[in-house]
Each structure stands twice: as structure tokens, then as C-alpha cells.
């Protein structure tokens, strides 16, 4: 009855064996149904963690394969091979990671020079702030020329004013080494020293390594170097200069009346010739871009005529008595001069 009554509005709770109604019976239905999804989605989840465990399982001993692969045919390779290789593998790169131009500073000697010492040597700049202060050991000119047999008379390669001019001795053996190859190679020895060492002058000529040269020939005329109505002959002179140790002004540069020429060696010489600079240039080329730091001389090299290759650098004075000046232990030549100014120039023939 009580079926039909309520004609389906609600629906029928089940009923308990004692006829009371169960009051959470259909949660009771729901939450086994949620438990029974609970129990498929922990299933779902222990499965997917195995297929997830397994395929990490694969990943790791792929992994491991590959591992394994790698360092066999490192081994084949001979780069993990026994110990004794293993030494050999182990030096070599030490000894490349030293960059080629960094020279470690034990390879270098030191050559202690005091600070008076920057005022002496062939590279002095000597100009009216830059005086000259050291001695000067000068040799008689006209006694120490060459003598040439001309027939019967006895000729020299250059013409002097008088007896008096004196030179220091380097500068006099290229000189006559010089005006010796020109009158030889031209039989012309009209060349003329016109001045020579002066304790007097401001620039050069105070050092006993410069002289002025100009032309004098037998007919009693003068005339300058580059004079075209003396004879082309000359041009030999302005060709070949440097190859003697000479740096060359012309009058318009060195304010003077003639040709001036200064000793500075040959290396120099030929560096100045090449790059056609002065000799103030120079050092202050060195100064500001060759100067020794940090066990590398950054030097600047020039090849000489010869074949010789010769290095320039530059190394500021400390400011005490003495200053150690680094030259390299296989230098087959080195020579250091004063700048007359802060310090020391370097040249050093390394090969
Ligand atoms: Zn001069």
C-alpha cells in the first residue's frame, strides 16, 4: 500500500528487516561506489607507477650502456690507458697552457746600471731639454782617416777644414767606413766634413757622435748633398746611411747649415731608416708601447741588412741608484744606452 501511496514522488528508502526505515542507507550505496572508484583510481595509480618506475628502470641501464660504450672505446683510443701514458697525458698540457710569448723573469739576467748611466750610450736624445752631461773620449779625425795611394800622391776618402775636428772613436770607424765604400764604389772623394764634436754645442754635436758633412771638391767649390749640380754621386749617401749606424737630418731639420749625421748603431739605425722616423720618435714609440712589464719585453724588432733581426725595448728607470734591467739569458747580443730622459733602451739580437 504504502508502495502505491506515495506514487513514486519519493523515492523508496529500502526497509530494514525490523521495518524501521535505515536512515543513511543510500550514503552507505554511495560510498561504496566511491570506494569502489577509490580502489580502481589507486589501482590506475599503482599501475601507471610501475610503467613509470619501468621505464626509469630502461632509461638508467640505457644510461649505463652508454656509459659503459664511452669509456671502451676511450680506452681503444689509447686516452685512458695505463699509467705510464697517463703521466705522459698529464705534462704535456701543463706545459702548453704557458702562453708561447710570456717569458717566465728567471729567463732573464739582470744588468744592474746606476742612473748615471741614463745619460750615456749611442740612443741619448740631446736637445736643449735634454742636455748633455756625461764625458766624452774623442779622437783626432785627421790622423785616424784611411789612407788611399793615388799613383804616387796619398788621397783620403773626405776633406777636413782643418786638423783640429775630433769624433768619439765608434763614430770615426763608421764614418771612414762610410766615405771609404763611396770613394771606392765612385772614386769620388769630394765628400767634406764641415763639424764634428763640439763641448760647446746644445744638441749632438756636444756627444762626440755627430759631424755635418757636405761637399768640397777640388775646383774650391761648395755645395750641399742633394746640390744636383755637384754630382748625383751623392745620392749613394742618402740610400746608405743607415747601414753604417747613422741617423740623417736634412738642414731644414736639424737647423744647421749641412747635412747632419749622428751614430746611433747599425740596428737602430736601420729601424729608423725603415719606419722613417726620428730618433725623439722612437723613444717615444718605446716608451709608450714597448716598455718591459710583467716578464714580457713587448718589444719592437727590425731585420738589419745583414739578415740579423734585432729587438728594441724600453725599461723605465726606478727612480734609486740602480736599476736592474732584464735582458734575456739567450741574447746573442745585447747593448744598452740611456734615453737621456727616464731610462734604458734594450736592443738585443735574439737570432
Ligand atoms: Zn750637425
Given at each position: 500500500m504504502a508502495g502505491t501511496a506515495n506514487g513514486g514522488r519519493t523515492p523508496k528508502r529500502p526497509t530494514a528487516p525490523n521495518g524501521k526505515t535505515k536512515p543513511f542507507s543510500s550514503v552507505n550505496y554511495r560510498d561504496a561506489r566511491l570506494a569502489k572508484e577509490r580502489q580502481r583510481r589507486q589501482y590506475e595509480q599503482q599501475k601507471k607507477e610501475k610503467i613509470v618506475f619501468a621505464l626509469f628502470v630502461v632509461v638508467i641501464i640505457v644510461l649505463i650502456l652508454i656509459a659503459i660504450l664511452v669509456f671502451k672505446k676511450a680506452i681503444d683510443n689509447g686516452e685512458a690507458n695505463d699509467t705510464q701514458t697517463d703521466t705522459e697525458t698529464t705534462t704535456a698540457p701543463i706545459e702548453q697552457t704557458t702562453p708561447p710569448d710570456v717569458q717566465a723573469l728567471d729567463q732573464f739576467l739582470k744588468e744592474m746600471c746606476g742612473k748615471e748611466q741614463i745619460h750615456t750610450g749611442n740612443l741619448l736624445l740631446v736637445d736643449a731639454s735634454h742636455p748633455f752631461t756625461a764625458s766624452v773620449e774623442s779622437v783626432n779625425v785627421y790622423s785616424g782617416r784611411t789612407k788611399f795611394q793615388k799613383g804616387e800622391k796619398t788621397v783620403y776618402s773626405y776633406y777636413l777644414p782643418d786638423t783640429t775636428p775630433t769624433l768619439s772613436a765608434d763614430a770615426l770607424t763608421a764614418l771612414n767606413q762610410m766615405a771609404d765604400d763611396f770613394y771606392e764604389l765612385t772614386g769620388n772623394n769630394d765628400l767634406y766634413l764641415d763639424k764634428a764634436y763640439d763641448a760647446a754645442a746644445i744638441g749632438d754635436h756636444a756627444t762626440g757622435l755627430a759631424f755635418d758633412l757636405s761637399v768640397y771638391t777640388i775646383k774650391q767649390e761648395h755645395y750641399e748633398l742633394s746640390d744636383a749640380t755637384a754630382s748625383s754621386d751623392f745620392e749613394w749617401v742618402f740610400n746608405n746611411y743607415y747601414k753604417y749606424g747613422f741617423v740623417m737630418e736634412s738642414p731644414a731639420q736639424s737647423g744647421e747649415r749641412h747635412y747632419h749625421f749622428r751614430y746611433v748603431g747599425i740596428p737602430a739605425a736601420t729601424y729608423l731608416f725603415r719606419n722613417e722616423i726620428t730618433l725623439g720618435e722612437f723613444l717615444t714609440k718605446l716608451t709608450a708601447d714597448h716598455a718591459f712589464a710583467d716578464g714580457?719585453?713587448?718589444?719592437?724588432?727590425?731585420?738589419?741588412?745583414?739578415?740579423?733581426?734585432?729587438?728594441?725595448?724600453?725599461?723605465?728607470?726606478?727612480?734609486?741608484?740602480?736599476?736592474?734591467v732584464p735582458v734575456h739569458e739567450d741574447a746573442l747580443f745585447f747593448s744598452i744606452s740611456g734615453d737621456n730622459r727616464n731610462g734604458f733602451v734594450v736592443t738585443v739580437r735574439m737570432s
Amino acid at each position: 500500500m504504502a508502495g502505491t501511496a506515495n506514487g513514486g514522488r519519493t523515492p523508496k528508502r529500502p526497509t530494514a528487516p525490523n521495518g524501521k526505515t535505515k536512515p543513511f542507507s543510500s550514503v552507505n550505496y554511495r560510498d561504496a561506489r566511491l570506494a569502489k572508484e577509490r580502489q580502481r583510481r589507486q589501482y590506475e595509480q599503482q599501475k601507471k607507477e610501475k610503467i613509470v618506475f619501468a621505464l626509469f628502470v630502461v632509461v638508467i641501464i640505457v644510461l649505463i650502456l652508454i656509459a659503459i660504450l664511452v669509456f671502451k672505446k676511450a680506452i681503444d683510443n689509447g686516452e685512458a690507458n695505463d699509467t705510464q701514458t697517463d703521466t705522459e697525458t698529464t705534462t704535456a698540457p701543463i706545459e702548453q697552457t704557458t702562453p708561447p710569448d710570456v717569458q717566465a723573469l728567471d729567463q732573464f739576467l739582470k744588468e744592474m746600471c746606476g742612473k748615471e748611466q741614463i745619460h750615456t750610450g749611442n740612443l741619448l736624445l740631446v736637445d736643449a731639454s735634454h742636455p748633455f752631461t756625461a764625458s766624452v773620449e774623442s779622437v783626432n779625425v785627421y790622423s785616424g782617416r784611411t789612407k788611399f795611394q793615388k799613383g804616387e800622391k796619398t788621397v783620403y776618402s773626405y776633406y777636413l777644414p782643418d786638423t783640429t775636428p775630433t769624433l768619439s772613436a765608434d763614430a770615426l770607424t763608421a764614418l771612414n767606413q762610410m766615405a771609404d765604400d763611396f770613394y771606392e764604389l765612385t772614386g769620388n772623394n769630394d765628400l767634406y766634413l764641415d763639424k764634428a764634436y763640439d763641448a760647446a754645442a746644445i744638441g749632438d754635436h756636444a756627444t762626440g757622435l755627430a759631424f755635418d758633412l757636405s761637399v768640397y771638391t777640388i775646383k774650391q767649390e761648395h755645395y750641399e748633398l742633394s746640390d744636383a749640380t755637384a754630382s748625383s754621386d751623392f745620392e749613394w749617401v742618402f740610400n746608405n746611411y743607415y747601414k753604417y749606424g747613422f741617423v740623417m737630418e736634412s738642414p731644414a731639420q736639424s737647423g744647421e747649415r749641412h747635412y747632419h749625421f749622428r751614430y746611433v748603431g747599425i740596428p737602430a739605425a736601420t729601424y729608423l731608416f725603415r719606419n722613417e722616423i726620428t730618433l725623439g720618435e722612437f723613444l717615444t714609440k718605446l716608451t709608450a708601447d714597448h716598455a718591459f712589464a710583467d716578464g714580457k719585453t713587448n718589444a719592437t724588432s727590425v731585420t738589419t741588412d745583414d739578415g740579423a733581426v734585432y729587438e728594441f725595448y724600453y725599461v723605465e728607470a726606478t727612480g734609486g741608484d740602480m736599476t736592474s734591467v732584464p735582458v734575456h739569458e739567450d741574447a746573442l747580443f745585447f747593448s744598452i744606452s740611456g734615453d737621456n730622459r727616464n731610462g734604458f733602451v734594450v736592443t738585443v739580437r735574439m737570432s
